[in-house]
């Protein structure tokens, strides 16, 4: 496994890694015909220009992926926001989601005057919201009735931060 930071050139792979976690609903928000290959380079350059982008790589595919890149407004200027981590299915539960967020707040901690990192998680993503918590951040707010899942039923986005 190598961890690595991400270049442009790993768009299509992540792109592929997006397709597969979309199939399963309760992860990433977007439905899959929502990940779209001008979604994944929008954020891809975004980290690139003004945040962080991370991969693990495994046999030549990408099977995990981790990004946050900062607001654009100066007021959010020490805010490493828009993180989002997913890693392949085939793999979960190995220990490359902690890996890739490590790295990411390893990195994020480097650009200067980043002193905040936040993320947003569906409250029946348990295992991520236990994830997140494990790793330093806290629960800051709760966002009713902001998922509307494939069913039609609502349930709450849970608003995480961590600060340096
Ligand atoms: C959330 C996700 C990124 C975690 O990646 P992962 O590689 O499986 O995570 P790891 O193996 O590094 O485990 C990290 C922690 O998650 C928890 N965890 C892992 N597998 C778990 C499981 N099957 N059940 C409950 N908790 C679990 C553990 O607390 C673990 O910490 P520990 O190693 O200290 O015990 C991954 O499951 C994923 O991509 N899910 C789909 C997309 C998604 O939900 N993205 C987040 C949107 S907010």
Do not use: W
């Amino acid at each position: 496994m190598n961890i690595r930071k991400g270049r442009i050139d790993d768009v299509d792979k992540v792109y592929r890694l997006y397709k597969k976690v979309s199939q399963t609903e309760g992860g990433i928000a977007r439905f899959e015909d929502e990940v779209t290959e001008e979604y994944v380079e929008g954020f891809v350059k975004n980290a690139l220009d003004d945040g962080v982008f991370i991969v693990a790589e495994k046999d030549g595919d990408i099977v995990g992926e981790i990004h946050g890149y900062k607001i654009g407004i100066r007021v959010f200027d020490h805010v490493l926001s828009n993180i989002t981590i997913v890693v392949s299915p085939d793999f979960c539960g190995e220990g490359i989601g902690k890996k890739i967020f490590l790295k990411l707040i390893e990195e994020g901690k480097k650009i200067e005057g980043v002193s905040r990192m936040e993320l947003i998680a569906r409250e029946s993503n348990k295992k991520a919201l236990k994830f997140y918590e494990s790793l330093g951040f806290e629960i800051e707010g709760k966002m009713r009735q902001r998922i509307k899942n494939s069913k039609g039923e609502f349930e709450a986005d849970i608003l995480m931060g961590i600060i340096f």
